[in-house]
């Protein structure tokens, strides 16, 4: 479904993402891990189409981004990690607008699941402005869900949300994936990666460290550690190659507060 | 172990550290301003503007050369009328727009200064610092231009600066006393704003058709008349009782900016203007804190109203809920596009409505002459696009200038560049035909237009409306700006971007007269008939200026494509 090859990109003399290459199947959920300025975002916002490629090509369901990137679009959907929405606009108008531009002919029924699924029923007519963080969140994962994209995209998508939201939304990113839909979720909150991922891409410094199942990074990376040791957690140091570095700054902490 | 070494500092005006922010941001904003003339991505537009910025400067530096001092008594009356239209379309402006919250602070302030363990009165002393500045460079630029009329150079330049700032603090001021009214409050302001503005316009106009009525002489200048009339009566409104106690204030800036000599009136009149800005800043800080104690009020009004509505909110949500969703026809993205804008324009109807009614106003003057209705017409249509590249690109924010933070919403939609542009460019470039409609009817319907020759104009001039947007966009693409944003930088993109358009127009009125002279040459030389010329030279500047607008089109769609939101975005402050 997705299908990146020899992807890179440079802010100006800055290379964010270098040669990187991977695919998602349809039913596949691919955590995106990594430290701040991995290359995330510049990741998921290039497969999207919004920022352009220093190299590379982008497939999604066979569209090409350079040679046809609105049908590649059509079936895309992104949830940015600050959703950027029309202020004056309210919950419904943006809805009405998502609907209008992805071709959805009769979204009523859907747009009330969605709102009530996501508790934003009572702001149905209350302007983005007045929304809260963790609501505008919410909408734009509302927006994103009503086109039924191929493929889905999101960036930190539990920013923000409260508990009940997080189940809401874990539970939601399962049924994309069973309904067919390759799903790609960038995250610092291992804990869920665990929890929805079927697979994960280490990034670091715009580089592949692993990419594979989340089996395979666990039994890769946490080989001969205690059961206690073989979190995500542990594994994902390890390919980053800090396991030293964690441990020298746990044992510092430990003498200064022995000290 | 480190400690907190911040002292609360709870009695001064100043928090050092805000001091120091203010520091990092002067210093930001010239590194930022150099650093957009060294990245590779903008080396075209730097280069456009520094000959832009070399044009002004030198367009200027003649004008103070060679340009006569103007009357001490025309330029001491004209000078504080200026910086009192200046307060009262301040006024106008706060009064009619939605309430915003004072200061603007922009989302960086919010977090970081307001949020800060600062006082209250150390974060107004803040934003008035950073007022105070933008208002240095627009006085240094002011008193330049006005050197050849100031006797006393620092007198000059701290009158202007004081004056200057003076406006910002009385605009600070009606802002602080809007948001602390209640709705009632604001509505009873808003009445008495514009009923007294309205009122003093009405009673102008009024004058002058009855002058120019009585008058029967009037033959082809007419609407040049009519505007001599018009500043005659605006001169004589300032002059009466009131006008001259409302102005009282501003003239004390332009005596001290205006000193023929060092003299014990000169410092006289420094005191004054210093007194009087004192006096601005201290009320400043009492108004706000009477802000402050209504918005407190506020909350607790609107608190027992939303208890009483809580109760049937769940019931309604779900009523409407059930309701049909009428979705927008999308017509290649263009469709959803222009109803989101044109939701903007119903959401913000009353601003609209205003800033079209001055240029209504203003564009139908040359109705007023007596002319054939040809030339009428020709008036009526000059008029029309004067104003409409002058005040409606500032009046029309919605297009992309209005979504620069929404660039990448934008882009990751499934809509291609050019139908993202062109929906983009629809609502401005029909709003601004509606205005010329609404001026062609009255035309029409005072008998001094023909009716199908104004149809005929009203379509002939869409283009020009399409070259007005897309020119104004193009401009704001190639370097990109936030909205509602003060300062040195603005104040110098306003300059270029204004000589930018002025060379632009003129460029296009020399284009048009060259065809014109072309057109009655070779009328002359071959003959021709009458219809034959006049509807080459119509074709002619119309083809031109379709292609022309066409251009710009497809230039913003190119632009859009390589708009990257990670790096072309401007910070927001």
Redesign the interface.
């Known amino acids: 479904m997705i299908n990146v090859v020899g992807f890179s990109k440079c ?2 003399q800055f290379l964010a993402v270098d040669n990187l290459s991977f695919s998602v199947q349809p039913g596949q959920v691919l955590g995106l891990v990594g430290r701040n300025g991995a290359g995330k975002t ?1 990741t998921l ?1 290039s497969i ?5 490629l220093s190299q590379g090509t982008i497939e999604v369901d066979g569209f090409s981004i350079d040679s046809n990137p ?5 079936r ?1 959907a ?1 949830v ?1 990690d600050d959703p ?1 929405l ?1 202020e ?2 309210t919950v ?2 943006h ?3 998502q ?10 029924d859907e ?2 699941r969605l ?1 009530q699924m996501f508790e934003l ?2 702001k ?2 209350n302007a983005a402005s007045s929304l809260s963080r963790g609501m505008r969140q919410k909408l734009a994962i509302c927006c994103a869900y009503l086109q039924q994209p191929k493929v889905l995209l999101l960036d930190e998508p539990m920013t923000g949300l409260d508990p009940q939201g997080i189940r809401v939304l874990k539970q939601s990113i399962k049924e994309q994936a069973k309904r067919g839909a390759a799903v790609i979720i960038s995250s610092h909150l291992l804990a869920m990666v665990e929890d929805i991922c079927s697979h994960v891409m280490v990034l670091d410094c715009g580089k592949t460290k692993f990419l594979g199942e989340l089996a395979e990074l666990q039994e890769q990376f946490a080989g001969d550690q205690t059961p206690d040791n073989q979190s995500l957690e542990q594994a994902f140091f390890s390919a980053l190659g800090d396991a030293q570095h964690v441990v020298g700054a746990e044992l510092g902490l430990s003498n200064a507060n022995a000290e | 172990m480190m400690q907190s070494t911040t002292q609360p500092l709870s009695g001064s005006l100043w928090h050092p550290a805000l001091q120091r922010l203010l520091r990092f941001q002067t210093k930001a904003k010239f590194r930022r301003l150099f650093a957009s003339f060294r ?1 590779p991505r903008k080396k075209v537009i730097s280069i456009v503007a520094v000959l832009l910025g070399l044009m002004w400067l030198s367009q200027t530096i003649l004008s103070v050369l060679f340009r006569e001092a103007a009357d001490p008594d025309q330029i001491g009356f004209w000078l504080p009328l200026g910086l009192f239209i200046y307060s009262l379309w301040h006024l106008i402006k706060i009064s009619t727009r939605q309430v915003v919250e004072p200061f603007e602070w922009t989302p960086a302030e919010k977090e970081f200064v307001i949020a800060a363990p600062v006082t209250r009165t150390q974060q107004i002393t803040y934003r008035l610092t950073s007022i105070a500045t933008a208002a240095l460079a627009k006085a240094v630029c002011f008193s330049v231009i006005m050197s050849p009329d100031i006797r006393v150079w620092y007198a000059g330049f701290f009158g202007m600066l004081l004056g200057l700032a003076f406006v910002d603090l009385v605009r600070v001021l009606f802002e602080l006393f809007f948001y602390g009214l209640g709705k009632a409050g604001r509505r009873v302001v808003q009445l008495v704003v514009l009923a007294g503005a309205g009122g003093c316009f009405l009673y102008a106009i009024s004058n002058c058709l009855i002058a120019q009525t009585a008058n029967s002489d009037l033959s082809s200048p007419g609407a040049l008349l009519f505007f001599k009339n018009f500043i005659a009566e605006i001169t004589s409104l300032a002059q009466s009782q009131v006008g001259q106690s409302l102005m009282a204030p501003f003239a004390v800036f332009s005596k001290f900016a205006l000193s023929p000599e060092t003299n014990i009136v000169l410092f006289k009149n420094m005191f004054l203007a210093v007194g009087l800005n004192g006096l601005a800043v201290a009320a400043v800080y009492v108004l706000d804190r009477w802000m402050q104690r209504r918005g407190r009020q506020k909350e607790v009004a609107n608190l027992k109203t939303a208890i009483a509505q809580k109760a049937n ?2 019931d309604s ?2 009523v ?11 017509l290649g ?1 263009v ?2 596009l222009l ?2 804008q044109l ?2 324009v119903k ?2 109807r009353g601003t609209v409505a205003f800033s079209l009614t001055v240029p209504v106003l203003l564009s139908c003057l040359p109705l007023l002459a007596n002319h054939n209705p040809g030339m009428m017409l020709l008036n009526l249509i000059a008029s029309m696009v004067f104003y409409s590249f002058l005040l409606l690109p500032s009046a029309l924010i919605l297009d992309y200038r209005r979504d620069i ?2 660039m ?2 934008l ?6 560049s050019l139908a993202m542009t062109i929906g983009q460019l629809a609502v401005p470039v029909l709003m601004c035909c509606l205005f010329q409609a609404v001026v062609l009817t009255i035309g029409a319907a005072s008998g001094k237009v023909i009716l199908w020759q104004a149809i005929l104009a009203g379509v002939l001039l869409v283009p020009v409306n399409v070259l007005i947007f897309a020119a104004e966009n193009y401009i704001f693409m190639l370097a990109p700006y936030q909205r509602n944003k003060e300062g040195f930088d603005v104040f110098l993109r306003t300059i270029l971007t204004f000589t930018g358009k002025g060379l632009f127009f003129g460029l296009a009125l020399g284009l048009a007269l060259l065809w014109v002279t072309i057109v009655v040459r070779t009328h002359n030389y071959f003959a021709l008939s009458n219809w034959f010329s006049t509807s080459a030279f119509t074709l002619g500047v119309w083809g031109v200026t379709l292609s022309l607008a066409w251009f710009f089109v497809l230039s913003i769609t190119k632009r859009f494509e ?1 708009f ?4 072309d975005t401007p910070g927001v402050g």
Not at chain 1, 48 to 52: L, R
Not at chain 1, 70 to 74: A, F, N, T, Y
Not at chain 2, 321 to 328: E, F, G, L, M
């Open positions: 802010y100006e510049t916002r999207n189409g919004i920022i352009p609105i049908e590649l679009k059509q895309t992104y940015p950027q029309f004056d606009l419904e108008q809805l009405q607008f609907a209008s531009v992805y071709q959805i002919s009769d979204p009523a747009m009330t709102l029923s009572p149905r007519h | 990245n909110a769940d949500a779900a409407q809920s059930n309701r049909k969703i009428r979705v927008p026809a999308r993205g469709g959803s109803w989101r939701l903007g959401n913000y933070n929404r990448a919403v882009k990751s939609l499934p809509i291609s390589r990257d939101p990670s790096q």
